[in-house]
Each structure stands twice: as C-alpha cells, then as structure tokens.
C-alpha cells in the first residue's frame, strides 16, 4: 500500500505534514519517540480523513532504528512512497561540555539515519517508478555556521546531499528536496534548551510549521532540490552567503544561543 513515511512526526513540523498528507489522501506510517502524542495525532487523522495510519514508537538515535522502522513497515505490507526525514534535535550544552554519546546520538538521528533510511526505500521507489524525499535541512546550512554547534555541518550535509541524490534519482521519477526553514513555531528551542533566546527574535522573522511544510511539499513536486519557505528567509539566504569569514566568526559567537 503506497504510504508516506514521517520521521519526526510527534509535534512541529513532523505533524503538520503528517496532517497534509493525510488531507490529500495519503496513508501513513508515523515514527517518533513518543508514543501517546502519536496514537493521538493517528486516531485525529483517521477520524478526519478516513485514511490508514500506522505508528511506530522508536528513538533514531539508536544505530538499530532504521532498520526496525524499515522491518516494520514491510510486516505492515507498506511501500514507501513519500519520505519525510524531520526527525531532528540539537545539543543543549557546547561541544566541549558535551559527553561523546550525545554527540553520537545527535550524528545517528540527524545524519546516518536520514541516509539509511533514503538508501532502503529507494529501490523500492525506483522499481515503482516514482517517489518523493523530503529532508529537514535548516536556513542554518546557508548561513555563518554558529559556534559549538554541531547543527550548521549536519544541516549542511542534509542539503548537499539532497541535492546530489536528486541529481542522481530525478530519471527514475523520484525527487528530493531539501527543506531549509528560519525560525519555526514549534518545541523544539525549548528542547534544546534556548527557550528565552528565542523568545528575543522578532516576530517577523517566525513561521507557521503549517506555512513551512505547504511549500516544502509544493517544492517537491515540482521537483525543486531546495526550498527555503517565506520571503523573509529567503532575503536572509540571500544576505548571508556572501558574509566574509572574518564576520562570520563574529555573527557565529554573537548569535549562539549556548554563549
């Protein structure tokens, strides 16, 4: 059964496309950590719109969990059609202060993960001659990178690597795009613990996940490798690539939210 793949799908981002998908007629498969806030978000769309919606409680960050969600979604008989890798987090605390196996987890979910899981439902996409790959990159991947922080090198690696599988796969009807928002309305500064510094930026500067995750798939479709979603994100895109590194290292200190 063609289903959409939502890693992520908790909260946020991850929701908001899970809700989409599921308007348009999709069947899902919706992974995250937290199991009751998914088997909630699944009755919601299943009442809504009649669809079929699978959960899988599992933590990416474990070397182990692509491979489980792979083996559950072919015991359920699904064939992944869309996939949404927004599974993501960022450390709380510099990259001295922070301990080897936090390091390695932020690296398994947001960087070997989001690879293994493209690398095992592609030849399924390619044998069907169709397919749609959406990876959570960052507006952080084409800006300064931030000091301490692991997020600017794993968003970057997200979007070349978009790009290049795009390349690779778009003959076979298969298109990837890397998703590259600003500010998002959603819990994830509080994760990360910068919560009151995010509480400072303007408000001109935040989206909607809903805003977000409507270009996002619109870009897909029509086969776009990159989206930066809102008009104030892409005028920042647009201002920072030029930044010397001299700057660079000063906006990377001024604007760390661990300084």
């Given at each position: 059964?063609?289903?959409?793949?939502?890693?992520?799908?908790?909260?946020?981002i991850g929701a908001?496309?899970?809700?989409?998908?599921?308007?348009?007629?999709?069947?899902?498969?919706?992974?995250?950590?937290?199991?009751?806030?998914?088997?909630?978000?699944?009755?919601?769309?299943?009442?809504?719109?009649?669809?079929?919606?699978?959960?899988?409680?599992?933590?990416?960050?474990?070397?182990?969990?692509?491979?489980?969600?792979?083996?559950?979604?072919?015991?359920?008989?699904?064939?992944?059609?869309?996939?949404?890798?927004?599974?993501?987090?960022?450390?709380?605390?510099?990259?001295?202060?922070?301990?080897?196996?936090?390091?390695?987890?932020?690296?398994?979910?947001?960087?070997?993960?989001?690879?293994?899981?493209?690398?095992?439902?592609?030849?399924?996409?390619?044998?069907?001659?169709?397919?749609?790959?959406?990876?959570?990159?960052?507006?952080?991947?084409?800006?300064?990178?931030g000091a301490s922080?692991?997020?600017?090198?794993?968003?970057?690696?997200?979007?070349?690597?978009?790009?290049?599988?795009?390349?690779?796969?778009?003959?076979?009807?298969?298109?990837?795009?890397?998703?590259?928002?600003?500010?998002?309305?959603?819990?994830?500064?509080?994760?990360?613990?910068?919560?009151?510094?995010?509480?400072?930026?303007?408000?001109?500067?935040?989206?909607?996940?809903?805003?977000?995750?409507?270009?996002?798939?619109?870009?897909?479709?029509?086969?776009?490798?990159?989206?930066?979603?809102?008009?104030?994100?892409?005028?920042?895109?647009?201002?920072?690539?030029?930044?010397?590194?001299?700057?660079?290292?000063?906006?990377g200190r001024e604007?760390?939210?661990?300084?």
């Amino acid at each position: 059964m063609p289903t959409a793949l939502i890693t992520g799908a908790s909260a946020g981002i991850g929701a908001a496309f899970a809700r989409l998908l599921a308007a348009e007629g999709h069947d899902l498969l919706l992974v995250a950590r937290r199991a009751e806030r998914l088997e909630s978000l699944a009755e919601e769309l299943r009442g809504a719109h009649g669809v079929r919606v699978d959960v899988l409680a599992v933590d990416l960050s474990r070397p182990e969990a692509p491979g489980e969600v792979i083996a559950f979604a072919d015991e359920q008989g699904l064939q992944i059609e869309v996939l949404v890798n927004n599974a993501g987090m960022a450390a709380s605390t510099t990259f001295v202060e922070s301990d080897w196996p936090a390091l390695a987890g932020e690296l398994q979910l947001m960087v070997t993960a989001v690879t293994e899981l493209m690398h095992r439902v592609v030849p399924g996409m390619k044998m069907r001659g169709r397919g749609r790959i959406i990876n959570l990159s960052s507006l952080a991947a084409v800006s300064p990178p931030g000091a301490s922080l692991l997020y600017s090198g794993i968003k970057s690696y997200v979007l070349y690597v978009s790009q290049s599988l795009d390349m690779e796969l778009k003959p076979h009807g298969i298109h990837v795009t890397a998703l590259c928002p600003g500010f998002t309305r959603s819990e994830f500064h509080e994760a990360m613990g910068a919560g009151e510094a995010a509480s400072k930026i303007p408000g001109i500067l935040w989206q909607q996940p809903e805003d977000v995750v409507r270009e996002g798939w619109a870009a897909v479709n029509k086969g776009k490798p990159i989206c930066i979603p809102g008009t104030v994100n892409k005028v920042v895109a647009s201002l920072t690539r030029p930044v010397p590194l001299r700057a660079q290292y000063v906006l990377g200190r001024e604007f760390n939210p661990l300084a």
